[in-house]
């Protein structure tokens, strides 16, 4: 087993926005079912962001409850890593905005952009700031609106989406044996264009004419990306398992994007878990996308699932493509 990075996850917070889409209201605008949605993804409904919300308050809300869940206060923090695809603003980042919002006055803050697997990699660059004794309280958050980049014509791609948010607060180890044992990420970017918004960037900037081809909404090539998922996630256990020398049955939990069921299905027959091991809420809040993992580590916390000591794995495959895994002992 390589070396373990000393770092712990001292709180963690979440925050779902209130109104809640069911497949029906799907079903009043597009030619979908509830029975299309539900066997294909999962999904039975998802959040929705009010006019009011946006990145950064979901992100505020969520970054609050982790600070306090750390039992610190906004001052104590030093890095804010907000991973999100839907940014407030082109620029500035949306961390920006959080750290206001928060008053974490003594903050750096910064977004990474890896889509629905920015969290990991936040986790990661906030590791190694950690390790380097760069930093002492990094808050990460996962949070993302997407129903504002969504094309509510599109029913391979709108059905499948939600708001929501999610953070952690990474501090250094506090007993020996803590700390991330393994952790991965990869690119392929000649998939760039399989999960993208195609408009409203340097390339091609917002015109009367990207907006009347709807180029500013997020499109999918949904099949292309399935098939990609079900053998990175594969391949991502299989790596894991061999790096850490642990087998399936010594993780307490596996938590998987929240993208498919069948994607996060085909990941526990890989590792044969039993059902209660791998976390699933897609049913609730669909994909949202950098937000899920911190949203679904949150609640599995909250609900006394994880203890201190328990080995957990978490996985996610997203635009760029992109993709990350890691293994923590909590
Ligand atoms: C999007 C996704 C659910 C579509 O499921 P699928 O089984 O691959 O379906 P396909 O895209 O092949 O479409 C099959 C048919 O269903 C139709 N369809 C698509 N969305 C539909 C909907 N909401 N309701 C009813 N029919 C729908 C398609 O038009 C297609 O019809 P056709 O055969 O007449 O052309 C699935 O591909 C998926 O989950 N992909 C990965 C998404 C993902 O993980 N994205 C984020 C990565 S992090």
């Known amino acids: 087993m390589s070396d373990i990075i000393p770092v712990r996850f001292a709180g963690t917070g979440s925050y779902l926005p209130e109104e809640v889409l069911g497949n029906d209201y799907f079903e009043k605008i597009l030619d979908t079912s509830d029975e299309w949605i539900a066997t294909r993804t999962g999904i039975r409904e998802r959040r929705r962001a009010s006019k009011d919300e946006n990145t950064s308050i979901l992100s505020a809300n969520a ?32 961390a920006a905005f959080v750290q206001s919002h928060l008053g974490c006055v003594n903050a750096a803050a910064f977004d990474v952009g890896a889509a629905c697997s920015g969290f990991l990699h936040a986790c990661w660059i906030a590791a190694g700031q950690l390790q380097a004794g760069m930093a002492t309280n990094v808050l990460v958050i996962g949070a993302e609106t997407l129903s504002r980049f969504l094309d509510y014509k599109e029913r391979g791609v709108c059905i499948l989406m939600g708001d929501g948010a999610g953070a952690v607060v990474m501090t250094k180890a506090e007993r020996e044996g803590q700390g991330i044992l393994h952790a991965t990420l990869g690119c392929d970017g000649t998939k760039a264009k399989h999960i993208w918004i195609p408009a409203g960037g340097a390339a091609l900037p917002s015109s009367e004419t990207t907006v009347a081809e709807r180029m500013h909404y997020m499109q999918m090539k ?43 299905e085909a990941a526990r027959e890989r590792l044969g878990l039993p059902a209660e091991k791998i976390a699933v809420n897609i049913e609730k809040y669909g994909n949202t996308s950098a937000a899920s993992v911190p949203i679904t580590f949150d609640e599995a916390r909250r609900a006394g699932k994880l203890a201190s000591g328990d080995k957990i794995m978490l996985l996610a495959i997203g635009a760029g493509l992109t993709w990350g895994s890691m293994v923590f002992e909590l």
């Open 63 to 94: 970054g609050r409850a982790a600070i306090e869940d750390a039992g610190l206060t906004p001052e104590d923090i030093d890095v804010i890593i907000l991973a999100t695809a839907t940014p407030d603003h082109p620029f500035p980042s949306t």
């Open 222 to 264: 949904g099949r292309d990306v399935f098939k990609f998922a079900v053998v990175k996630m594969t391949s991502l256990i299989d790596e894991a398992m061999e790096k850490t020398g642990l087998s399936p049955d010594d993780l307490k939990m596996v938590i998987p994007h929240q993208s498919n069921l069948r994607i996060i």
